[in-house]
């Protein structure tokens, strides 16, 4: 089991940037595959990016490359969402999730944090 909180979310100005953090409860945080996903309301949840196991790769969604940047912090069990050049359609409740290995899954979602963008 892998408890998941987010923080960092907040009101921003469209061109903004915030900077989310989620913090896993086990030891073992490095074995895990972590995301970014987000939903905004009346719509479906949506990936938004991921890091592998050792950071060293990472993915992003279209709508989002370039402004975003996904990184962990193995030492820290941490890992962090970089939003830059944030627009009003970035507007979403924004959700970290872990997948173990060999899972094709993300099993464990931390509750979300709020991120609104204001043109």
């Known amino acids: 089991q892998v408890q998941l909180v987010e923080s960092g979310g907040g009101l921003v100005q469209a061109g903004g940037s915030l900077r989310l953090s989620c913090a896993a409860s086990r030891r073992t945080f490095s074995t895990y595959t972590m995301g970014w996903f987000r939903q905004a309301p009346g719509k479906e949840r949506e990936f938004v990016a991921a890091?592998?196991?050792?950071?060293?790769?990472?993915y992003y969604a279209d709508s989002v490359k370039g402004r975003f940047t996904i990184s962990r912090d193995n030492a820290k069990n941490t890992v962090y969402l970089q939003m830059n050049s944030l627009k009003s359609e970035d507007t979403a409740v924004y959700y970290c999730?872990?997948?173990?290995?060999?899972?094709?899954?993300?099993?464990?979602w931390g509750q979300g944090t709020q991120v609104t963008v204001s043109s």
């Open positions: 890091i592998n196991r050792s950071g060293g790769s990472t």
């Open positions: 999730a872990a997948r173990a290995m060999g899972q094709s899954e993300y099993k464990y």
